[in-house]
């Protein structure tokens, strides 16, 4: 990883829960993330952020179940330091 660019991890969830809860647990599943990157494989905290976007950015319409599953995701957005 190049020391010129830091890495946000923005966690979605899906409809299911109130707008709390799905940030929250939105919020946890990207640290969860973090701390695995930090943990087992090493790269800088410094150059990770953890973000909880709850169910702000679909990528399809939350109506099948298999929709709801494409929601429960970690990204990996690479940014210029």
């Given amino acids: 990883?190049?020391?010129h660019s830091f890495h946000t991890l923005p966690s979605?969830?899906?409809?299911?829960?109130?707008?709390a809860c799905n940030m929250?647990?939105?919020r946890r599943r990207a640290e969860a993330v973090r701390?695995?990157?930090v943990d087992r494989f090493?790269?800088?905290?410094?150059?990770l952020t953890a973000k909880g976007c709850?169910?702000?950015e679909p990528?399809?319409?939350d109506d099948t179940e298999a929709n709801r599953q494409k929601y429960r995701r970690v990204e990996f957005v690479?940014?210029?330091k």
């Fill in 1 to 3: 990883m190049s020391s």
């Fill in 12 to 19: 979605l969830s899906s409809g299911g829960g109130s707008d």
């Fill in 24 to 26: 929250n647990l939105s």
């Fill in 35 to 37: 701390k695995a990157l």
């Fill in 42 to 47: 090493g790269v800088p905290s410094s150059m």
């Fill in 54 to 56: 709850g169910e702000k």
């Fill in 59 to 61: 990528l399809v319409p």
């Fill in 78 to 80: 690479v940014q210029p």
